[in-house]
């Protein structure tokens, strides 16, 4: 879903207290070995809660996402938590609904409040519909983490990477991300591939209004095949731009390779438009001009903070909701 630029208002810095279209190709339903059925029920819910109904009828698609949705959260999220994420979206729309549901039947702790970091304007819409209370990513305290977020993906990729950026927020989701100790991924069946653009056809790039020209030759230069500045429907309003008022150019390239394909022998390097994934992203991210790629790779939130490190960029799991109305998840098998 594409979110067109709207004039920024900022959220109100608070204080924390206790008192206050990209279009996809053919879809190829895929039998993947890392994947296995979510079966196990969250401690802090009882295996009598259900999902309550839709507020209208759902298509097969929608209905995946609702249903990863509410497992997502209810594996992940807790009442007592302080500061949690939320991405952009349509998938991120019934994440809030699962978090708002889950804390009508499991309370905070007395005098407790729970603050929501939204990835950028349209998210924080969402998070207001819903009654629950924004805080601005730069109002966090100076050494807060968040202690999870939500979001979803434009494609993930057996190990874990991500594409984001459809909905021209990744610069704010990739912020998010890092900050929290866990991000959590929630998506449908269509974004689960073995390799990143394999059905998502392009990736996602934030760069400088005035640099867009040059950014085009470079990622030409690498390989990608017809990069473009991401329009308005509507031609005559120009590019869209992102809350940081800048463009996006959505650059389509090979299959990336994953790190495993790479440890198996295979050049990833660039050699014929064939790269890895996080030998590309860094080598995109050195153009002068680019703020931030939609490549989610590397470490995890939890790999991270092994290492004593903050967030990762690779959400832990990744919950998909299925054509047959189940729901699994794939997660780091380590």
Known sequence: MLIPRLSARRIPTLLPTATTTNTFKTYKPLSLPWTRALSTISPTMSSTDSIPPPSKELDTIESAKRKAAFRAVQDHFRSEYRFVGIGSGSTIVYGVEAIKHFLKTNPPP???MNWFVPTGWNSRKVIEEAGLVPIAFD????????????????????????????????????????RSKRFICIADYRKQQARLLTNWPSIPIEVAPISHASVLRELEILGSKNPKIREHSLAKTGPIQTDQSFYIIDAPFETLLTPEDVAGGKDG????GIWEVSTLAERIKKITGVLEVGLFYGMDGDEAQAAGLKGGQKPVACYFGTADGEVSVQSNSK
């Open 110 to 112: 007395q005098g407790h």
């Open 139 to 178: 109002s966090l305290p100076g050494d807060a983490m968040l202690d999870v977020c939500f979001d979803g993906a434009d494609e993930v990729d057996a190990q874990l990477n991500c594409i984001k950026g459809g909905g021209a927020c990744l610069f704010q989701e990739k912020l998010v991300a890092t």
């Open 269 to 272: 390097s660039g050699k014929n």
